[in-house]
């Protein structure tokens, strides 16, 4: 039985890898990539401290930064249903690729982005 929570678990080390692997394929996602500034390191430091809490790590983004309001923080991007889909191909490409990250705890922490991520749509597929 998975002991501890999942932050416990994987470890700042792995998370921060995690992090940095994730961003690395934002930065090279065509649709992604228009949406992000272009350098990542403070998205990159922010995403760290918010999944921290959200693992069940010490709540560092509450501390830093205040209620994440994550939808609210979203709505200046335009969050169609193809970039939550391609979000969360890069955090899979990522989870598959950090050393050290036992497969519960990737699919763990998957499906509970997963289920965050549909929250952040807030524009329609443009037509073609
Ligand atoms: C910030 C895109 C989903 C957590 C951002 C930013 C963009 C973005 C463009 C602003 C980057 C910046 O200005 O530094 C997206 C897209 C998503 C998505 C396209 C697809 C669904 C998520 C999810 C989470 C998340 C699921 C958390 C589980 C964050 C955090 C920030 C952030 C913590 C930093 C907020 C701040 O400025 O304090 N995201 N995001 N995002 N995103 Fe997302």
């Not at 992090?19 to 949406?35: E, G, T």
């Not at 923080?73 to 050393?99: K, Q």
């Not at 990250?101 to 952040?120: F, N």
């Amino acid at each position: 039985l998975a002991r501890g929570s999942l932050y416990d678990r994987i470890g700042p080390d792995t998370l921060a890898l995690l992090v940095h692997r994730f961003y690395a394929h934002v930065a090279r996602n065509p649709d992604l990539a228009p949406i992000f500034p272009a350098d990542l390191s403070e998205t990159a430091r922010k995403q760290l401290a918010f999944l921290t809490g959200f693992t069940g790590g010490p709540p560092l983004y509450h501390e830093l930064y205040g209620h994440p309001r994550l939808r609210a923080r979203h709505l200046p991007f335009p969050i169609t249903p193809g970039r939550a889909r391609a979000w969360l191909a890069c955090m899979n490409a990522a989870l598959r690729e950090t050393p050290g990250l036992a497969e519960a705890d990737a699919h763990e922490l998957y499906a509970a982005l997963a289920r965050v991520a549909v929250h952040m749509v807030n524009t329609e597929e443009a037509p073609d």
